[in-house]
């Protein structure tokens, strides 16, 4: 089961880069990592997903090790409407395994004015 | 609005009785998940149909617990004498395996969510 570790906070002022880590020692070959966002009694929105290596889009970016033990997800000149829970998920497609989808508690991200 | 709905929003009962939770997920989506999340905690997985295959539960879930998808397409999950334990959000998230590259994880959609109160 690859579970997820990730700081339970983190504060930034507006207008910084956010760097947002999760650890994920127990990756399996077939998992993927997924970021998700999360506003108070809403559901996850995707963010971004990657395999290795670096994925960016138009709203983050996303870096993976070789080993892939980690990832981080990058958010550029944060802005207060990215305060959130932020989730990191690890897993591969459902049909090799769907109880190996972790979210984990997530990172609870405040942007300060 | 085209993204994944569920209804109702909220929903209060007393414990022991029943309660349906549906889902109607993105009209192409051949996927749907369900997952419960309590406060302060990352969404759990329950359970996962692929059309109107139900695939995989989570080990961890009660037989008070039943979901159906009868044809593919809204799906519903009910929760049998509801014990105070069961409040929650109870989400549920839709994907395709037609649209992706079909390659490595689903991209999830997520709904608002049902946030359940057992008194």
């Known amino acids: 089961l690859a579970k997820t570790t990730q700081p339970i906070s983190m504060d930034s002022y507006e207008g910084q880069e956010v760097n947002i880590t999760c650890s994920h020692n127990?990756?399996?070959?077939?998992?993927?990592i997924t970021w998700y966002q999360q506003f108070p009694s809403q559901g996850p929105r995707f963010i971004i997903q990657g395999y290795k290596t670096k994925v960016t889009n138009e709203v983050a970016s996303l870096f993976i090790p070789a080993d892939r033990k980690s990832s981080t997800l990058s958010l550029p000149r944060v802005s207060l409407s990215d305060t959130a829970v932020y989730y990191c998920l690890v897993g591969g497609d459902p049909q090799t395994g769907a109880n190996n989808l972790f979210f984990g508690t997530g990172t609870r991200l405040t942007v300060i004015p | 609005d085209t993204g994944v709905s569920q209804d109702p929003r909220h929903k209060i009962t007393k414990r022991g009785q029943n309660v349906t939770f549906r889902c109607d997920p993105i009209?192409?989506?051949?996927?749907l998940y369900w997952y419960r999340q309590t406060l302060g905690q990352g969404p759990e997985f329950l359970t996962y149909?692929?059309?109107?295959?139900?695939?995989?539960k989570s080990r961890l879930l009660s037989d008070r617990f039943s979901a159906e998808r009868p044809k593919g397409s809204f799906s519903t999950l009910e929760i049998q004498r509801t014990e105070q334990g069961d409040s929650a959000m109870y989400l549920c998230a839709s994907s395709s395996t037609i649209l992706t590259s079909g390659v490595g994880a689903d991209t999830q959609y997520f709904g608002p969510g049902t946030r359940l109160t057992v008194l």
């Open positions: 009209s192409e989506h051949n996927r």
């Open positions: 127990n990756i399996a070959t077939n998992d993927y």
């Open positions: 149909f692929q059309n109107e295959a139900q695939l995989e």
